[in-house]
């Protein structure tokens, strides 16, 4: 049995491991094997370094059951359950700007399915808009690699348009015509932050 | 055996649970039984309730090992560590501009000690600061339940003290002079927002 020390990094199988995934990266400028998630990651590491923005992702939320607390080693968390998110899953400040934003992926090609979003989420993009925070969503094709930054005001019509009845998905069109293509980069992987310069303006 | 399954609230034991608490506080405008953590969380609360703001606590990261999928249930984490926040615990928008902010309480009556804080939260205040984030601690002496708003760049510079060898804690005199008193209320117990509005003016 391996055991996994906390190291403050995700728990990465050995098979598959931030190492290799590092040394492909060398070989090609392709997505092969990084998920959204994880060049999401690099590109905000990529602008906390930087001094660009200081923007993070937020630890997946847990309900803590049982902890032991064996004598000299770390407390273990023995029984606890995946928690659904109150809030999307990344945020933080750019230029004094409050950034919010949730990213998804799909296997579909033309069409973004809205069931990647819940309505907890929908409620939290609300309320940012009311407190006037910049909020958006990454959508990933993954097929593809295309990925698209879309303001959350969008989302909110596309769901309400699902809640009156209609199509429960975003089509590509939509999306190609409201949102902003972010072409795959280097470092940044994702430069999200050169369309909230653009669409926003800030000095 | 109990089964505890998540339903959005931290586990709290019977033998004090959230009624209670509620219950007593009818009794009571005092702190019994409440920490910093509930009464800034119900603060939140009640901010996102009324559009004040919109202000989460992060969740506790904990770093997975093991999880596993019964038939017909939900997924069970077997094992998994608590792992050091990188950031702060709090943080979100008013009125556009980013909050962030950490709350810690002491049972010292003449000053804050500073080990409180992680290193790894100094430097995010740091990069919140240069960002232009609205960034600030809230300190409670638990003896008297007196609570504090402290500026972030007070925190640095105490800290800094620290480190260039001096004293390890924040004089109680200090935080008087340089933060400001929070009085405890009712609804919301905790109304930092004031503050933030007496300091930065936002409009």
């Known amino acids: 049995?391996?055991?996994?020390?906390?190291?403050?990094?995700?728990y990465v199988p050995a098979a598959k491991s931030t190492k290799t995934i590092k040394a492909e990266k060398k070989w090609s400028y392709s997505n092969r094997g990084m998920t959204l998630e994880e060049d999401i990651n690099e590109t905000n590491e990529f602008y906390l370094e930087h001094g660009i923005a200081s923007i993070h992702?937020?630890?997946t939320p847990v309900q803590i059951?049982?902890?032991?607390?064996?004598?000299r080693s770390a407390a273990v968390i023995k029984e606890a359950y995946f928690k659904q998110a109150s809030t999307t899953d990344y945020n933080g400040v750019y230029k004094g700007k409050y950034?919010?934003?949730e990213a998804k992926e799909t296997q579909n090609t033309t069409s973004f399915p809205l069931k990647n979003f819940h309505e907890h989420q929908v409620k939290h993009v609300e309320k940012v808009l009311a407190q006037k925070g910049i909020c958006f969503v990454i959508?990933?094709?993954?097929?593809?690699?295309?990925?698209?930054?879309?303001?959350a005001h969008y989302l909110l019509s596309y769901w309400k348009r699902m809640k009156d009845g209609g199509r429960k998905s975003i089509t590509k069109a939509e999306i190609e015509s409201h949102g902003h293509h972010i072409p795959l980069g280097f470092q940044p992987r994702i430069?999200?932050?050169?369309?909230?310069?653009?669409?926003?303006?800030?000095?």
């Open 1 to 10: 049995m391996n055991f996994h020390y906390p190291n403050g990094r995700r």
């Open 57 to 59: 992702k937020k630890p």
């Open 65 to 71: 059951v049982q902890v032991d607390y064996p004598k």
């Open 99 to 101: 950034i919010d934003f």
């Open 139 to 151: 959508l990933r094709f993954s097929a593809t690699e295309e990925v698209y930054f879309l303001e």
């Open 191 to 203: 430069d999200y932050i050169k369309i909230i310069d653009y669409l926003y303006n800030l000095n």
